[in-house]
């Protein structure tokens, strides 16, 4: 009797043993795909916003020089 006892707790601690280790590498697993889901999207939006960006300058030097050219044709006058 006492080695059934025995047997159901070491299977029991077993069953714990399985489940630490599964979900310790279940979340690892997880948690690093979430992290290069989150990465992959980072790069994403940064390119976007330095594409942002970029058109930020291009309208602060580009768009007023037709505005300069107007000025400086009223100045002539």
């Given at each position: ?17 399985f ?30 916003y ?28």
């Amino acid at each position: 009797m006492a080695e059934i006892i025995v047997q159901i707790v070491n299977l029991f601690y077993n069953f714990l043993f399985f489940l630490f280790y599964f979900f310790i590498f279940f979340f690892i697993f997880l948690f690093s795909f979430l992290f290069f889901y989150f990465l992959f999207y980072f790069f994403i939006f940064l390119f976007f916003y330095f594409f942002l960006f970029l058109l930020s300058l291009w309208q602060i030097y580009a768009i007023p020089q037709p505005l300069a050219v107007f000025m400086h044709k009223l100045a002539k006058n």
